[in-house]
């Protein structure tokens, strides 16, 4: 995971509570999806446990960590959450009987945070839908469903984000301060990222780098490097100089990532064989973090994809053992990679094995359009005839 290896910076604006902390979230997968168990993780995971309480989940860290469970630790916690909740509610109690509309809603908004910080995903739900109810304000509202989607995130619990998406739009559209319509692009960025949907989640990320505060959600230097990752992946080279390696934000911020600096160099430099091991010291991490697992062969094939396209595009012919020595691999490696990208229509060129020559085709853009509009025409016309006939038949 990138907060790993990239050092927080610490952010003068107010963050919203860490609840429930999605470092926890990313330490259980870490560890779950590791043979070899670290210790320095295991004794993170636990201290975090530990400092909020998180009983609902500490059974299935447990069973992340191939530790045995603490039965009296587990108890410890049980009865340490009953009595806040206790504490809790007979602060609702007093303020129903003695205090006004916002005293109210305050009590119960610290009653559901009770319930976020320890992982009680269930209860937390059910008391924040109570407090999104009483609150008034679009702000305290927003505020609510920021803390549905940091749940959504950490359960992984796709239903529960794209409803309260939808409701923070809609909430937007009434009137959301700056403040909180720049922590929803970033909300909504992750959001894309976790989706695979890269190129939204640039977008949304490069429009919040000079504003982030989103320290809830993940440390500023794991924001960057996110954003640095999906740009290259997505944008053409001129909005990548533009907006990221010239960018200020992002060039303060690549003196503390190191890889992720020496990735976008190496790639915006063509310096390829210098981006082949970039790229794979970032797919290890990817590997390894909750968010971008299940992504990382999409992301590394498309990237290689993109260097081959890059370099390609700036000869007519080159020998395939000349390329293979700027990239770093072998021959067979990158014989293999072209015949497949060329055969999925992904590299616009011609490989000469007898020969040992790639040479490019440029592409007719007019006949290529001209022919997906044709294709897509049949397909229509196709739907078109099939839907006649079965209004016919009816």
Same mark, same amino acid.
């Given at each position: 995971?990138?907060?790993?290896?990239?050092?927080?910076?610490?952010?003068?604006?107010?963050?919203?509570?860490?609840?429930?902390?999605?470092?926890?979230?990313?330490?259980?997968?870490?560890?779950?999806?590791?043979?070899?168990?670290?210790?320095?993780?295991?004794?993170?995971?636990?201290?975090?446990?530990?400092?909020?309480?998180?009983?609902?989940?500490?059974?299935?860290?447990?069973?992340?960590?191939?530790?045995?469970?603490?039965?009296?630790?587990?108890?410890?916690?049980?009865?340490?959450?009953?009595?806040?909740?206790?504490?809790?509610?007979?602060?609702?109690?007093?303020?129903?009987?003695?205090?006004?509309?916002?005293?109210?809603?305050?009590?119960?908004?610290?009653?559901?945070?009770?319930?976020?910080?320890?992982?009680?995903?269930?209860?937390? %739900?059910? #008391?924040? &839908?109570?407090?999104? /109810? $009483?609150? @008034?304000?679009? +702000?305290?509202?927003?505020?609510?469903?920021?803390?549905?989607?940091?749940?959504?995130?950490?359960?992984?619990?796709?239903?529960?984000?794209?409803?309260?998406?939808?409701?923070?739009?809609?909430?937007?559209?009434?009137?959301?301060?700056?403040?909180?319509?720049?922590?929803?692009?970033?909300?909504?960025?992750?959001?894309?990222?976790?989706?695979?949907?890269?190129?939204?989640?640039?977008?949304?990320?490069?429009?919040?780098?000079?504003?982030?505060?989103?320290?809830?959600?993940?440390?500023?230097?794991?924001?960057?490097?996110?954003?640095?990752?999906?740009?290259? %992946?997505? #944008?053409? &080279?001129?909005?990548? /100089? $533009?907006? @990221?390696?010239? +960018?200020?934000?992002?060039?303060?911020?690549?003196?503390?990532?190191?890889?992720?600096?020496?990735?976008?160099?190496?790639?915006?430099?063509?310096?390829?064989?210098?981006?082949?091991?970039?790229?794979?010291?970032?797919?290890?991490?990817?590997?390894?973090?909750?968010?971008?697992?299940?992504?990382?062969?999409?992301?590394?094939?498309?990237?290689?994809?993109?260097?081959?396209?890059?370099?390609?595009?700036?000869?007519?012919?080159?020998?395939?053992?000349?390329?293979?020595?700027?990239?770093?691999?072998?021959?067979?490696?990158?014989?293999?990679?072209?015949?497949?990208?060329?055969?999925?229509?992904?590299?616009?060129? $011609?490989?000469?094995?007898? +020969?040992?020559?790639?040479?490019?085709?440029?592409?007719?853009?007019?006949?290529?359009?001209?022919?997906?509009?044709?294709?897509?025409?049949?397909?229509?016309?196709?739907?078109?005839?099939?839907?006649?006939?079965?209004?016919?038949?009816?």
């Amino acid at each position: 995971n990138f907060y790993c290896i990239f050092e927080c910076i610490t952010m003068a604006e107010e963050a919203l509570p860490k609840i429930p902390n999605l470092r926890v979230a990313q330490l259980m997968f870490e560890l779950a999806s590791s043979d070899d168990k670290v210790t320095e993780l295991t004794e993170e995971l636990f201290s975090l446990i530990k400092e909020d309480s998180m009983a609902p989940i500490y059974s299935n860290a447990c069973l992340s960590a191939g530790v045995k469970v603490d039965e009296a630790l587990l108890n410890e916690m049980n009865t340490a959450n009953e009595e806040n909740a206790k504490k809790l509610e007979q602060a609702i109690a007093d303020a129903e009987e003695n205090e006004g509309e916002i005293e109210i809603c305050d009590a119960l908004r610290a009653h559901a945070e009770h319930y976020c910080r320890i992982a009680d995903k269930e209860k937390a %739900l059910e #008391l924040l &839908r109570t407090v999104f /109810e $009483k609150s @008034v304000s679009v +702000g305290s509202r927003l505020d609510v469903i920021f803390t549905f989607l940091r749940i959504g995130f950490f359960f992984n619990d796709n239903d529960v984000i794209n409803k309260n998406i939808q409701k923070a739009d809609t909430l937007m559209e009434e009137g959301g301060d700056w403040e909180r319509r720049n922590r929803l692009k970033v909300y909504k960025g992750f959001n894309c990222l976790r989706m695979r949907e890269f190129k939204e989640a640039a977008t949304f990320f490069l429009d919040t780098v000079s504003t982030f505060t989103c320290v809830e959600l993940m440390p500023y230097n794991e924001f960057i490097g996110l954003t640095v990752l999906v740009s290259v %992946l997505t #944008l053409k &080279r001129p909005q990548l /100089e $533009k907006k @990221v390696v010239k +960018g200020p934000e992002v060039q303060e911020a690549l003196f503390n990532l190191p890889l992720i600096k020496n990735f976008l160099l190496s790639f915006y430099n063509c310096a390829y064989n210098d981006f082949f091991i970039a790229l794979a010291e970032v797919e290890g991490v990817m590997k390894r973090d909750f968010t971008l697992s299940k992504h990382y062969c999409y992301f590394v094939r498309e990237l290689r994809i993109k260097a081959y396209q890059q370099l390609l595009q700036s000869y007519r012919s080159l020998t395939i053992s000349s390329m293979a020595e700027l990239f770093g691999v072998s021959l067979s490696f990158l014989d293999h990679e072209l015949s497949r990208f060329i055969a999925a229509g992904r590299l616009n060129c $011609k490989l000469d094995k007898v +020969g040992g020559i790639i040479e490019t085709t440029r592409p007719d853009e007019k006949n290529s359009k001209y022919n997906d509009a044709i294709k897509k025409g049949d397909i229509l016309l196709n739907r078109l005839q099939k839907l006649s006939q079965a209004v016919v038949h009816t």
